[in-house]
């Protein structure tokens, strides 16, 4: 299998410091392997992406020194694709409409402990009854909006004990140390959210699409990610595509302590750039080698 890995940024504003380091790892991976380096914009949410924040994204790459495959696959020109892929799914008997409010699952969640992982809110584990037919058909009627969950209950009856063998191969490090041959537990993440009303699509399903798509050998990104990566191990076995090797990185984290995000202008690519910092000296930043 040739080595291909990916950098996926979504454009919702300015690179930082950790991006840097992600794209950065992939990049020199790709590098190393003779392999390829792959460019995915990740801008499903119309709401939260914008057209200049990819160029930004564009410029900061190319400054850093990355160079990537052409065309560019961008998620929001592909909707169809992850209908099919969902429609695929509902077919099997696998999902199920949530009409739930945001602030219901939040108020049903807070009895069950959660973490504040990213891409991981608290995990909803499915009504106590479900909606029969008539009771859904009137929701509908009154126009109220739905997603659509995976039921990791039906998952496990459709998969029966291939459920419980699910596993990946980490040859990164997950938040606690996870290194090897790795048991994935999709049903700790709940029922997730695989397409909303405004969004007919969702990160989980895009990027397990995605990744299969274009051929994607090595998975290489934060380890913020890594109970995600439990749920798409999942997706690929019931889509019947294959999975790649993950590689979860550490998160780097600036001078307070705590880790880069996008609220924080002065860590952006573009304002150290600005500043005076050259390639070089980002990458000695981030304790990267050239
Ligand atoms: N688009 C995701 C993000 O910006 C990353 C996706 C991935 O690497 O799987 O957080």
């Not at 980490?170 to 993440?189: C, F, I, L, R, Y």
């Not at 405004?198 to 397990?208: A, E, G, I, K, R």
């Not at 051929?215 to 109970?227: K, P």
Request: aromatic letters at 8%; a negative charge; glycine letters at 8%.
């Amino acid at each position: 299998m040739s080595f291909t890995t990916r950098f996926a940024p979504s454009p919702t504003g300015g690179l930082h410091l950790g991006h840097a380091y992600s794209a950065l790892l992939a990049f020199d991976a790709a590098r190393e392997a003779g392999g390829r380096f792959l460019l995915r914009i990740e801008d499903i949410d119309q709401t939260r992406c914008r057209p200049e924040f990819e160029r930004g994204v564009l410029e900061d790459l190319a400054w850093l020194g990355l160079s990537w495959e052409e065309p560019v696959r961008r998620q929001s020109e592909h909707f169809a694709d992850y209908a099919a892929a969902l429609d695929r799914l509902r077919q099997m008997g696998l999902l199920y409409r949530c009409f739930l409010t945001r602030r219901e699952i939040a108020e049903a969640s807070a009895r069950a402990p959660h973490n504040e992982e990213h891409h991981s809110p608290p995990p909803y584990h499915g009504p106590q009854t479900p909606l029969n037919p008539e009771e859904e058909n009137e929701l509908l009627a009154e126009g109220r909006t739905f997603s659509w969950r995976l039921s990791m209950r039906r998952c496990r009856e459709h998969l029966g004990g291939d459920f419980e063998r699910l596993t990946f191969m980490e040859e990164g490090h997950g938040p606690a140390g996870q290194h090897g041959e790795t048991s994935a537990h999709p049903e700790q993440g709940g029922d997730v959210i695989l397409a909303r009303k405004d969004t007919p699509t969702s990160y989980h399903l895009s990027v397990v699409h995605d990744d299969a798509l274009q051929g994607v050998s090595h998975v290489i990104r934060g380890a913020d990610l890594f109970a995600s990566t439990h749920v798409h191990v999942l997706i690929q076995r019931l889509l019947d595509l294959p999975t790649p090797v993950y590689r979860h990185h550490r998160l780097l984290t600036g001078p307070d302590g705590k880790r880069y995000a996008k609220r924080d202008r002065s860590l952006t690519l573009a304002a150290l750039r600005d500043a005076g910092e050259t390639p070089s000296s980002i990458r000695a930043r981030i304790g990267l080698l050239e």
